[in-house]
Nanobody
Framework: VQLQASGGGLVRPGGSLRLSCAAS????????MGWFRQAPGKEREFVAA????????KYANSVKGRFTISRDNAKNTVYLQMNSLKPEDTAAYYC????????????????WGQGTQVTVSS
């Protein structure tokens, strides 16, 4: 699976962004998808995951209630809607694909896209 993330940028605190991740190469609906992020000097961390059908989602506590993960299997795309952004959300955001494993564990994801930078600053 090849993954291409987009949609990052500079936004003020309290603002919103929507990240997209387009997949190609294999049957998208066979894969659970996740979003992770990595801030400078920190380890990559889980943000959100969605099951292969889209019926189940899970979130890191730090983003619960502010971020929403969704997918459109017809468009081979997963999204991350980010609202009420905070400076601590600043990071490179990565999308990733796992087999039919719905998990927050980074090591279970087999395919990774390039990062898209999100910067939250006034």
């Amino acid at each position: 699976v090849q993954l291409q993330a987009s949609g990052g940028g500079l936004v003020r605190p309290g603002g919103s962004l929507r990240l997209s991740c387009a997949a190609s190469g294999r049957t998208f609906s066979d894969y659970a998808m996740g979003w992770f992020r990595q801030a400078p000097g920190k380890e990559r961390e889980f943000v959100a995951a969605i099951s292969w059908t889209g019926s189940m989602t899970k979130y890191a506590n730090s983003v619960k209630g502010r971020f929403t993960i969704s997918r459109d299997n017809a468009k081979n795309t997963v999204y991350l809607q980010m609202n009420s952004l905070k400076p601590e959300d600043t990071a490179a955001y990565y999308c990733a694909a796992a087999g039919r494993i719905f998990t927050e564990l980074l090591g279970e994801y087999d395919y990774w896209g390039q990062g898209t930078q999100v910067t939250v600053s006034s």
